[in-house]
């Protein structure tokens, strides 16, 4: 009972460091003891106050319970399976999560409030189902047993990976609805982002909105126009043409001499 005791008060030690560690640490340093002022409020009021009680403090609350729910669910399962290195995934809880919500996602369940209701709702009914069927194999022979638990857990968890990853591949194939257009009208319509078609041949020549792939004639790759060149490019001079006169500069004459008259 003293050994007991002892270990209890050393966890909840280790767990009040952590506590302080964590309100201290950050992109903001707070020193350990405005820290414990802070949570005893004896701190006036201050940015590291706020910082500690407004916005670290119930993060670090909730990581404390959400582990000791993470503990005490992974004490149960060992328990139940009798042994130590049992866990969700060999249960098939965590692979009948995944599947549940891929399936919410990719079935477009909820509307708008997808990622606040209907895909936790989703994941929870995901794990509940792989619970219900792991139990109901593992009691199909009359007793339940460890390793027929484990068994039925490993063979739910494998299906639901293989039904998760089916969901995904079907969601990424792409749409094979999408028509060829039949005139120019449909590839001005083509919304911006996507696969556009080219007007046929026989149209009258239009400045097609984007180039064609390799390989196909009827749609083209997203539209990526060319920019004008901005590169400058001298005028070609014209070489001198023999026939045109060429300019000589004036002969000096001697000057005429004075004639008599003049004189």
Not at 14 to 27: C, K, T
Not at 101 to 129: D, E, N, Q
Request: proline share 13%; glycine share 10%.
């Amino acid at each position: 009972m003293k050994r007991y005791a002892t270990v209890v008060a050393a966890l909840l030690l280790a767990l009040a460091a952590a506590v302080v560690a964590s309100l201290a640490l950050g992109s903001v340093r707070i020193p350990p003891g405005q820290v414990l002022d802070a949570l005893t409020g004896r701190a006036a009021p201050s940015p590291y106050r706020t910082i500690v009680l407004d916005v670290r403090l119930p993060r670090v609350l909730l990581g404390a319970v959400v582990g000791a729910g993470l503990a005490v669910v992974g004490t149960v399962l060992q328990a139940l399976v009798r042994n130590r290195l049992a866990d969700p995934f060999l249960l098939g809880i965590s692979s009948g999560a995944s599947a549940g919500a891929v399936a919410v996602i990719v079935l477009g369940v909820g509307g708008g409030i997808t990622t606040t209701v209907a895909l936790p709702a989703g994941a929870f009914a995901g794990s509940l189902l792989a619970l219900v069927l792991v139990y109901g194999l593992a009691r199909r022979g009359g007793t339940m047993t460890g390793p027929r638990l484990v068994l039925a857990g490993v063979a739910v968890s494998y299906v639901l990976s293989a039904l998760t990853t089916l969901l995904l591949v079907v969601a990424g194939r792409p749409s094979s609805s999408r028509k060829p257009c039949s005139g120019p009208s449909a590839a001005s319509a083509a919304p911006a982002g996507t696969a556009c078609c080219c007007p046929p041949p026989s149209s009258p020549p239009a400045p097609a909105p984007c180039s064609p792939s390799p390989g196909r004639s009827t749609c083209c790759s997203p539209a990526r126009r060319a920019r004008p060149s901005s590169a400058w490019t001298p005028p070609a001079s014209a070489p001198p043409s023999s026939s045109s006169p060429r300019w000589s500069p004036p002969s000096s004459s001697p000057p005429a001499e004075p004639s008599a008259s003049s004189a």
